[in-house]
């Protein structure tokens, strides 16, 4: 499969963006999805994941009650709706995919897009 993100770029504090992820290839609804993101010196951080058939959801707890992943096999795209958005969210954020147990480690994932930029600044 391929991954590819969009929708990143610069938003003020308190302001909201939703990323998207296209997945090209078969099996789109085998996978389950997640975000990871990776600010400038700092390691990759889990943001959250969803499960292939959306029963199951997890974030990490810097993004909890702010960010909302969703997914839709029809179109084989996953979403990321982040509100209240701080500065500190600044980062690359990142699209993976895993068929592995739930985990939050980078290991777990074995495709991974290129990611899209996230800003958050005034």
């Known amino acids: 499969v391929q991954l590819v993100e969009s929708g990143g770029g610069l938003v003020q504090p308190g302001g909201s963006l939703r990323l998207s992820c296209a997945v090209s290839g078969r099996d789109f609804d085998t996978y389950d999805m997640a975000w990871f993101r990776q600010a400038p010196v700092k390691e990759r951080e889990f943001v959250g994941r969803i499960s292939w058939d959306a029963n199951k959801i997890g974030y990490g707890d810097s993004v909890k009650g702010r960010f909302t992943i969703s997914r839709d096999n029809a179109q084989n795209t996953v979403y990321l709706q982040m509100n209240d958005l701080k500065p500190e969210d600044t980062a690359v954020y990142y699209c993976?995919?895993?068929?592995?147990?739930?985990?939050?480690?980078?290991?777990?994932?074995?495709?991974w897009g290129q990611g899209t930029q996230v800003t958050v600044s005034a």
């Open positions: 993976a995919a895993t068929r592995r147990a739930w985990n939050q480690a980078e290991w777990g994932y074995q495709e």
